[in-house]
Protein backbone atom coordinates (compact mmCIF):
# COMPACT_ATOMS: atom_id res chain seq x y z
CA UNK A 1 0.00 0.00 0.00
CA UNK A 2 1.43 3.67 -0.77
CA UNK A 3 2.27 5.48 1.51
CA UNK A 4 0.19 8.99 1.68
CA UNK A 5 3.66 11.16 2.13
CA UNK A 6 5.01 9.36 -0.90
CA UNK A 7 2.25 9.93 -2.92
CA UNK A 8 2.27 13.57 -2.35
CA UNK A 9 5.92 13.87 -3.21
CA UNK A 10 5.25 11.96 -6.84
CA UNK A 11 2.52 14.77 -7.34
CA UNK A 12 5.15 17.59 -6.89
CA UNK A 13 7.54 16.23 -9.11
CA UNK A 14 4.71 15.66 -11.81
CA UNK A 15 3.85 19.13 -11.80
CA UNK A 16 7.36 20.70 -11.50
CA UNK A 17 8.03 18.89 -14.19
CA UNK A 18 5.59 20.24 -16.15
CA UNK A 19 6.62 24.29 -15.26
CA UNK A 20 10.13 23.18 -17.01
CA UNK A 21 8.54 22.38 -20.21
CA UNK A 22 8.03 25.55 -22.73
CA UNK A 23 6.84 26.53 -25.73
CA UNK A 24 9.56 27.13 -28.57
CA UNK A 25 8.61 30.92 -28.57
CA UNK A 26 8.79 31.72 -24.92
CA UNK A 27 11.09 34.24 -24.22
CA UNK A 28 11.37 35.52 -28.00
CA UNK A 29 10.11 39.08 -28.23
CA UNK A 30 7.74 40.42 -30.42
CA UNK A 31 7.28 41.02 -34.01
CA UNK A 32 7.61 44.80 -35.01
CA UNK A 33 4.32 45.36 -37.24
CA UNK A 34 5.18 46.53 -40.48
CA UNK A 35 3.42 49.27 -41.75
CA UNK A 36 3.34 51.91 -45.01
CA UNK A 37 3.32 55.01 -44.37
CA UNK A 38 2.84 58.40 -47.14
CA UNK A 39 4.57 61.65 -45.85
CA UNK A 40 2.76 64.24 -46.25
CA UNK A 41 3.68 67.74 -48.22
CA UNK A 42 1.11 71.33 -48.97
CA UNK A 43 0.46 71.45 -52.62
CA UNK A 44 -2.43 74.30 -54.61
CA UNK A 45 -5.98 72.25 -54.32
CA UNK A 46 -8.58 73.76 -56.12
CA UNK A 47 -11.81 73.56 -53.97
CA UNK A 48 -14.84 72.55 -55.64
CA UNK A 49 -18.37 71.84 -54.90
CA UNK A 50 -20.65 69.40 -56.78
CA UNK A 51 -24.34 70.25 -55.81
CA UNK A 52 -27.64 68.52 -57.12
CA UNK A 53 -29.60 71.13 -59.94
CA UNK A 54 -32.18 70.42 -62.58
CA UNK A 55 -32.15 71.39 -66.12
CA UNK A 56 -34.90 74.13 -66.86
CA UNK A 57 -35.37 75.32 -70.83
CA UNK A 58 -34.09 78.70 -71.62
CA UNK A 59 -37.36 79.69 -73.06
CA UNK A 60 -40.73 77.78 -73.44
CA UNK A 61 -43.95 78.64 -74.58
CA UNK A 62 -47.37 77.04 -74.26
CA UNK A 63 -49.54 77.42 -77.70
CA UNK A 64 -52.95 77.96 -77.50
CA UNK A 65 -55.62 79.42 -79.82
CA UNK A 66 -56.61 83.03 -79.61
CA UNK A 67 -59.92 82.58 -81.77
CA UNK A 68 -62.76 79.91 -81.99
CA UNK A 69 -63.33 77.38 -84.92
CA UNK A 70 -62.73 73.42 -85.75
CA UNK A 71 -58.69 72.44 -86.46
CA UNK A 72 -58.55 71.57 -90.23
CA UNK A 73 -54.99 70.39 -89.79
CA UNK A 74 -51.72 70.49 -88.22
CA UNK A 75 -48.84 71.88 -90.42
CA UNK A 76 -45.82 70.43 -88.15
CA UNK A 77 -44.22 67.24 -87.47
CA UNK A 78 -43.83 66.50 -83.82
CA UNK A 79 -40.69 66.48 -81.90
CA UNK A 80 -39.18 68.04 -84.31
CA UNK A 81 -37.22 71.86 -84.23
CA UNK A 82 -39.65 74.72 -85.74
CA UNK A 83 -38.85 78.58 -86.23
CA UNK A 84 -40.82 81.74 -84.96
CA UNK A 85 -43.76 82.54 -87.03
CA UNK A 86 -43.77 79.05 -88.47
CA UNK A 87 -47.44 77.38 -89.01
CA UNK A 88 -48.59 75.07 -86.83
CA UNK A 89 -52.35 74.39 -86.84
CA UNK A 90 -54.99 75.79 -89.19
CA UNK A 91 -58.41 76.44 -87.91
CA UNK A 92 -61.39 76.42 -90.10
CA UNK A 93 -61.70 80.25 -91.69
CA UNK A 94 -65.01 80.40 -93.17
CA UNK A 95 -66.65 82.69 -90.83
CA UNK A 96 -63.37 85.33 -90.43
CA UNK A 97 -63.35 85.46 -94.24
CA UNK A 98 -66.59 86.23 -94.20
CA UNK A 99 -66.44 88.53 -91.78
CA UNK A 100 -63.81 90.25 -93.11
CA UNK A 101 -65.48 91.04 -96.46
CA UNK A 102 -67.89 92.27 -94.80
CA UNK A 103 -65.93 94.65 -92.91
CA UNK A 104 -64.27 95.51 -96.10
CA UNK A 105 -67.50 96.76 -97.83
CA UNK A 106 -68.35 98.58 -95.14
CA UNK A 107 -65.30 101.01 -94.63
CA UNK A 108 -65.21 101.43 -98.39
CA UNK A 109 -69.04 102.72 -98.26
CA UNK A 110 -68.11 104.75 -95.61
CA UNK A 111 -65.26 106.25 -96.94
CA UNK A 112 -66.99 106.62 -100.32
CA UNK A 113 -69.56 109.17 -97.96
CA UNK A 114 -67.12 111.03 -96.39
CA UNK A 115 -65.37 111.91 -99.34
CA UNK A 116 -68.54 112.76 -101.20
CA UNK A 117 -69.66 114.94 -97.96
CA UNK A 118 -66.36 116.51 -97.91
CA UNK A 119 -67.08 119.24 -100.86
CA UNK A 120 -70.76 119.84 -99.73
CA UNK A 121 -69.42 120.67 -96.51
CA UNK A 122 -66.87 123.07 -97.67
CA UNK A 123 -70.01 124.22 -99.86
CA UNK A 124 -71.73 124.57 -96.70
CA UNK A 125 -74.88 122.32 -98.40
CA UNK A 126 -74.55 120.06 -95.44
CA UNK A 127 -73.74 120.47 -92.20
CA UNK A 128 -70.22 119.95 -90.40
CA UNK A 129 -71.44 118.06 -88.20
CA UNK A 130 -73.00 115.48 -90.45
CA UNK A 131 -69.19 115.40 -92.47
CA UNK A 132 -67.86 114.60 -88.72
CA UNK A 133 -70.16 112.00 -88.44
CA UNK A 134 -68.96 110.24 -91.72
CA UNK A 135 -65.53 111.05 -91.59
CA UNK A 136 -65.93 109.23 -87.86
CA UNK A 137 -67.67 106.19 -89.59
CA UNK A 138 -65.17 105.70 -91.87
CA UNK A 139 -62.62 105.30 -89.79
CA UNK A 140 -64.90 103.03 -87.34
CA UNK A 141 -65.43 100.74 -90.23
CA UNK A 142 -61.48 101.23 -90.93
CA UNK A 143 -60.94 99.75 -87.58
CA UNK A 144 -63.46 96.66 -87.93
CA UNK A 145 -61.36 96.06 -91.29
CA UNK A 146 -58.05 95.33 -88.81
CA UNK A 147 -59.95 93.56 -86.29
CA UNK A 148 -61.52 91.11 -89.44
CA UNK A 149 -57.97 91.13 -90.64
CA UNK A 150 -56.61 89.72 -87.49
CA UNK A 151 -58.83 87.43 -86.32
CA UNK A 152 -58.60 86.26 -89.72
CA UNK A 153 -54.54 85.38 -89.65
CA UNK A 154 -55.77 83.95 -86.20
CA UNK A 155 -57.25 80.77 -87.61
CA UNK A 156 -53.49 80.14 -88.80
CA UNK A 157 -51.63 79.26 -85.16
CA UNK A 158 -48.49 80.06 -85.54
CA UNK A 159 -45.09 79.34 -83.60
CA UNK A 160 -44.20 81.96 -81.17
CA UNK A 161 -40.68 81.50 -80.37
CA UNK A 162 -38.21 78.83 -82.01
CA UNK A 163 -37.66 75.66 -80.68
CA UNK A 164 -38.21 71.88 -80.04
CA UNK A 165 -41.97 71.41 -79.96
CA UNK A 166 -43.94 68.86 -78.44
CA UNK A 167 -47.00 66.36 -79.32
CA UNK A 168 -49.89 67.75 -80.26
CA UNK A 169 -52.85 67.55 -77.36
CA UNK A 170 -55.23 68.19 -80.20
CA UNK A 171 -56.19 66.40 -83.88
CA UNK A 172 -57.86 67.93 -86.48
CA UNK A 173 -61.57 67.83 -85.78
CA UNK A 174 -60.94 69.37 -82.42
CA UNK A 175 -62.59 72.48 -81.30
CA UNK A 176 -61.12 74.78 -79.84
CA UNK A 177 -61.79 77.99 -78.42
CA UNK A 178 -59.96 81.86 -77.68
CA UNK A 179 -59.03 81.86 -73.82
CA UNK A 180 -59.11 77.89 -73.22
CA UNK A 181 -57.18 76.51 -70.19
CA UNK A 182 -55.22 73.74 -72.40
CA UNK A 183 -52.63 74.31 -74.84
CA UNK A 184 -52.46 72.84 -78.04
CA UNK A 185 -48.74 72.14 -77.94
CA UNK A 186 -45.53 73.18 -76.06
CA UNK A 187 -42.08 75.04 -77.69
CA UNK A 188 -39.09 74.39 -75.64
CA UNK A 189 -35.47 76.47 -76.70
CA UNK A 190 -32.52 73.48 -75.61
CA UNK A 191 -29.82 75.49 -76.84
CA UNK A 192 -28.70 76.87 -74.61
CA UNK A 193 -30.07 74.57 -71.24
CA UNK A 194 -30.25 76.14 -68.12
CA UNK A 195 -29.77 74.16 -64.77
CA UNK A 196 -30.70 75.65 -61.17
CA UNK A 197 -28.89 74.49 -58.44
CA UNK A 198 -29.57 75.52 -54.78
CA UNK A 199 -26.35 75.48 -52.92
CA UNK A 200 -26.67 76.30 -48.45
CA UNK A 201 -26.42 80.13 -47.03
CA UNK A 202 -24.04 78.65 -44.79
CA UNK A 203 -21.87 77.59 -47.47
CA UNK A 204 -21.54 80.19 -49.18
CA UNK A 205 -21.30 82.60 -46.32
CA UNK A 206 -18.32 80.40 -45.40
CA UNK A 207 -16.71 80.15 -48.88
CA UNK A 208 -17.11 84.30 -49.03
CA UNK A 209 -15.07 84.57 -45.68
CA UNK A 210 -12.61 82.23 -46.32
CA UNK A 211 -12.01 84.45 -49.33
CA UNK A 212 -11.60 87.83 -48.15
CA UNK A 213 -9.16 86.52 -45.24
CA UNK A 214 -7.07 85.24 -47.87
CA UNK A 215 -7.23 81.56 -46.78
CA UNK A 216 -8.78 80.85 -49.98
CA UNK A 217 -7.73 82.75 -53.64
CA UNK A 218 -10.04 82.73 -56.83
CA UNK A 219 -10.47 79.97 -58.96
CA UNK A 220 -9.03 82.79 -61.45
CA UNK A 221 -11.18 83.95 -64.93
CA UNK A 222 -12.71 80.36 -65.10
CA UNK A 223 -13.81 80.81 -61.28
CA UNK A 224 -17.14 80.85 -62.52
CA UNK A 225 -17.17 77.68 -64.69
CA UNK A 226 -19.40 74.89 -64.12
CA UNK A 227 -18.96 71.33 -65.21
CA UNK A 228 -22.07 68.51 -64.97
CA UNK A 229 -22.45 64.90 -64.16
CA UNK A 230 -25.59 63.74 -65.70
CA UNK A 231 -28.17 61.10 -64.50
CA UNK A 232 -26.09 57.99 -65.44
CA UNK A 233 -22.89 59.57 -64.22
CA UNK A 234 -21.32 60.06 -66.79
CA UNK A 235 -19.92 63.78 -67.48
CA UNK A 236 -21.08 66.31 -70.11
CA UNK A 237 -18.62 67.31 -72.48
CA UNK A 238 -19.91 71.17 -72.65
CA UNK A 239 -18.84 73.32 -69.80
CA UNK A 240 -20.97 75.73 -68.56
CA UNK A 241 -20.76 79.21 -66.75
CA UNK A 242 -22.69 80.69 -63.84
CA UNK A 243 -25.25 83.32 -65.01
CA UNK A 244 -26.30 84.62 -61.30
CA UNK A 245 -27.33 83.71 -58.10
CA UNK A 246 -30.51 84.68 -56.29
CA UNK A 247 -29.95 87.23 -53.43
CA UNK A 248 -32.80 85.90 -51.17
CA UNK A 249 -32.51 83.27 -49.02
CA UNK A 250 -35.23 80.55 -49.19
CA UNK A 251 -36.82 80.42 -45.68
CA UNK A 252 -38.03 77.33 -46.12
CA UNK A 253 -34.82 75.31 -47.45
CA UNK A 254 -32.06 78.04 -46.36
CA UNK A 255 -30.61 78.25 -49.69
CA UNK A 256 -30.12 80.27 -52.77
CA UNK A 257 -30.60 79.33 -55.96
CA UNK A 258 -27.87 79.89 -58.95
CA UNK A 259 -28.38 79.59 -62.33
CA UNK A 260 -26.05 78.25 -65.22
CA UNK A 261 -25.98 78.14 -68.38
CA UNK A 262 -24.93 74.73 -70.95
CA UNK A 263 -24.52 74.54 -74.42
CA UNK A 264 -26.66 71.72 -75.72
CA UNK A 265 -25.79 71.69 -79.83
CA UNK A 266 -27.16 68.15 -79.48
CA UNK A 267 -29.96 68.25 -77.25
CA UNK A 268 -28.74 65.73 -74.92
CA UNK A 269 -29.88 68.05 -72.12
CA UNK A 270 -33.53 67.87 -71.74
CA UNK A 271 -35.96 69.85 -69.61
CA UNK A 272 -36.26 68.19 -66.10
CA UNK A 273 -33.50 66.31 -65.86
CA UNK A 274 -32.02 65.20 -62.20
CA UNK A 275 -28.10 66.54 -62.84
CA UNK A 276 -25.40 67.00 -60.33
CA UNK A 277 -23.14 70.41 -61.11
CA UNK A 278 -19.37 71.04 -59.97
CA UNK A 279 -18.62 74.50 -59.28
CA UNK A 280 -14.97 75.84 -58.89
CA UNK A 281 -14.87 78.00 -55.71
CA UNK A 282 -11.15 78.96 -55.43
CA UNK A 283 -6.99 77.12 -54.51
CA UNK A 284 -6.07 76.55 -51.34
CA UNK A 285 -2.57 77.25 -51.79
CA UNK A 286 -0.96 74.96 -48.46
CA UNK A 287 -3.40 72.39 -49.12
CA UNK A 288 -3.09 68.82 -47.45
CA UNK A 289 -4.24 65.63 -49.27
CA UNK A 290 -3.98 62.22 -46.81
CA UNK A 291 -5.27 58.53 -48.71
CA UNK A 292 -9.26 58.25 -48.14
CA UNK A 293 -7.95 54.16 -46.60
CA UNK A 294 -5.51 56.16 -43.37
CA UNK A 295 -8.41 57.78 -42.11
CA UNK A 296 -10.64 56.23 -39.60
CA UNK A 297 -13.93 57.38 -37.79
CA UNK A 298 -13.47 56.84 -33.72
CA UNK A 299 -17.04 55.85 -31.50
CA UNK A 300 -18.08 59.63 -31.43
CA UNK A 301 -17.99 59.17 -35.21
CA UNK A 302 -15.10 62.11 -35.00
CA UNK A 303 -12.22 60.93 -37.86
CA UNK A 304 -8.61 59.80 -36.81
CA UNK A 305 -5.04 58.66 -38.38
CA UNK A 306 -2.28 56.79 -37.19
CA UNK A 307 1.22 59.30 -36.99
CA UNK A 308 4.47 57.83 -36.75
CA UNK A 309 6.37 59.55 -34.87
CA UNK A 310 10.05 60.32 -34.76
CA UNK A 311 10.97 57.72 -32.51
CA UNK A 312 8.99 55.24 -34.42
CA UNK A 313 5.93 54.79 -32.57
CA UNK A 314 2.54 55.20 -33.19
CA UNK A 315 0.49 58.09 -32.26
CA UNK A 316 -3.30 58.07 -32.86
CA UNK A 317 -4.30 61.94 -34.03
CA UNK A 318 -7.90 63.44 -34.75
CA UNK A 319 -8.38 65.58 -37.28
CA UNK A 320 -10.81 67.50 -39.07
CA UNK A 321 -11.69 66.68 -42.96
CA UNK A 322 -12.90 68.44 -45.77
CA UNK A 323 -13.58 67.57 -49.25
CA UNK A 324 -13.38 64.04 -50.74
CA UNK A 325 -10.61 65.33 -53.83
CA UNK A 326 -9.59 62.30 -56.04
CA UNK A 327 -9.91 59.78 -53.07
CA UNK A 328 -8.33 61.42 -51.10
CA UNK A 329 -9.31 63.64 -48.46
CA UNK A 330 -8.55 67.87 -47.51
CA UNK A 331 -7.30 67.96 -43.96
CA UNK A 332 -8.76 70.98 -42.02
CA UNK A 333 -7.11 70.24 -38.88
CA UNK A 334 -4.48 68.37 -37.37
CA UNK A 335 -1.79 67.80 -39.38
CA UNK A 336 0.71 69.28 -40.59
CA UNK A 337 3.45 69.01 -43.49
CA UNK A 338 6.25 66.91 -43.26
CA UNK A 339 4.19 64.24 -40.76
CA UNK A 340 4.15 60.32 -41.99
CA UNK A 341 0.56 58.81 -41.83
CA UNK A 342 -0.20 55.01 -41.69
CA UNK A 343 -1.94 54.06 -44.76
CA UNK A 344 -1.70 49.86 -44.55
CA UNK A 345 -0.98 47.77 -41.64
CA UNK A 346 -3.67 49.01 -39.31
CA UNK A 347 -5.34 46.27 -38.53
CA UNK A 348 -1.89 45.90 -36.70
CA UNK A 349 -1.15 48.44 -34.36
CA UNK A 350 -2.46 50.76 -31.97
CA UNK A 351 -1.30 53.97 -29.96
CA UNK A 352 1.96 53.73 -28.39
CA UNK A 353 3.21 50.52 -30.26
CA UNK A 354 6.88 50.73 -32.29
CA UNK A 355 6.10 49.86 -35.80
CA UNK A 356 8.58 49.69 -39.00
CA UNK A 357 7.48 52.34 -41.37
CA UNK A 358 8.25 52.20 -45.27
CA UNK A 359 6.90 54.54 -48.31
CA UNK A 360 4.09 53.37 -49.49
CA UNK A 361 4.99 52.52 -53.20
CA UNK A 362 2.10 52.83 -54.56
CA UNK A 363 0.66 56.70 -53.48
CA UNK A 364 -1.23 58.59 -55.95
CA UNK A 365 -0.17 61.67 -56.62
CA UNK A 366 -2.71 63.90 -55.75
CA UNK A 367 -3.14 66.31 -58.28
CA UNK A 368 -5.14 69.02 -56.74
CA UNK A 369 -8.02 69.06 -59.04
CA UNK A 370 -11.50 66.77 -58.25
CA UNK A 371 -13.78 65.39 -60.81
CA UNK A 372 -15.98 64.91 -57.98
CA UNK A 373 -16.26 65.91 -54.39
CA UNK A 374 -18.27 65.22 -51.28
CA UNK A 375 -18.18 67.14 -47.61
CA UNK A 376 -17.18 64.85 -44.49
CA UNK A 377 -20.04 64.94 -42.33
CA UNK A 378 -17.34 64.71 -39.46
CA UNK A 379 -15.80 68.23 -40.13
CA UNK A 380 -19.20 70.05 -39.77
Known amino acids: MTHPKLLIISMFLLIAGCDDSTSPTAGQPAAIPQVSIVTLHTQPVTLTTQLPG ?7 AEVRPQVDGIILKRLFTEGAEVKAGQPLYQIDPATYQAAYDKAQATFANAAALAKRYKPLSEAHAVSGQVYDDAVAAAKEAA ?138 QGVQEQGILIPQEAVGHDVKGKPYVYVVKTDGT ?47 RNAVASTGSNNSSMTDPSAQ
Not at 316 to 324: F, I, S
Not at 343 to 355: E, S
Open 314 to 360: IEQRTVATGEMIDGEWLVVQGLQAGERVVTDGLQNIRAGIKVNASER
Open 143 to 280: ADVETARVNLNYTQVKAPISGHIGRSIYTEGALVTSGQTSYLTTIQQLDPMYVDISESSQDLLRLRRALAQGHLKSAGDNAAAVQLTLEDGSIYQQEGKLEFSEVTVDEGTGSVTLRASFPNPHNELLPGMFVHAVLR
Open 54 to 60: RTTAVKG
